[in-house]
């Protein structure tokens, strides 16, 4: 009857300025998740290790447990002789240590 068709109209503009356009956000989102969230932690993880193998004869400890402890012996490259008591020595893993608490005033092991 009355009804006209409708035809769309170009814009004029490439795929190419939408396609980034429509991701840039995204982009923007990955970077910032990268700085505040991902690099962080990467960093948290590096001192982590380090403080493991910084680990020597002589050290109070805290384990992931809650056990506070002296390391007595080192066993291997992932064990350790802890004294959580006097007389009384468990064998823990070493990456399951939490925390340093003081440093031992003898290097050797």
Same mark, same amino acid.
């Given at each position: 009857?009355?009804? =006209? ?7 004029? =503009? ?7 356009? @429509? ?8 970077? &910032? ?9 990467? !960093?948290?993880? !590096?001192?982590?290790? $380090? ?5 020597? *004869?002589?050290?109070?400890?805290? =384990? ?10 080192? &066993? /291997? /490259? @992932?064990?350790? $002789?802890? $004294?959580?008591? !006097?007389?009384? !020595?468990?064998?823990?893993? *070493? ?6 608490? @003081?440093?031992? =005033? @003898?290097?050797?092991?």
């Amino acid at each position: 009857m009355f009804v =006209t068709a409708a035809y769309a109209q170009a814009t004029g =503009t490439g795929g190419a300025g939408d396609l980034f356009a @429509s991701l840039a956000p995204i982009f923007i989102l990955i970077i &910032i998740f990268w700085f505040l969230i991902f690099r962080p932690q990467q !960093k948290r993880a !590096k001192a982590h290790q $380090e403080m493991l193998n910084a680990i020597k *004869r002589g050290d109070t400890i805290v =384990t992931n447990g809650g056990l506070v402890g002296k390391v007595m012996k080192i &066993i /291997d /490259d @992932s064990d350790l $002789e802890v $004294e959580v008591s !006097k007389g009384v !020595k468990v064998k823990i893993v *070493r990456s399951m240590v939490a925390d340093v608490r @003081s440093k031992s =005033t @003898s290097a050797t092991n």
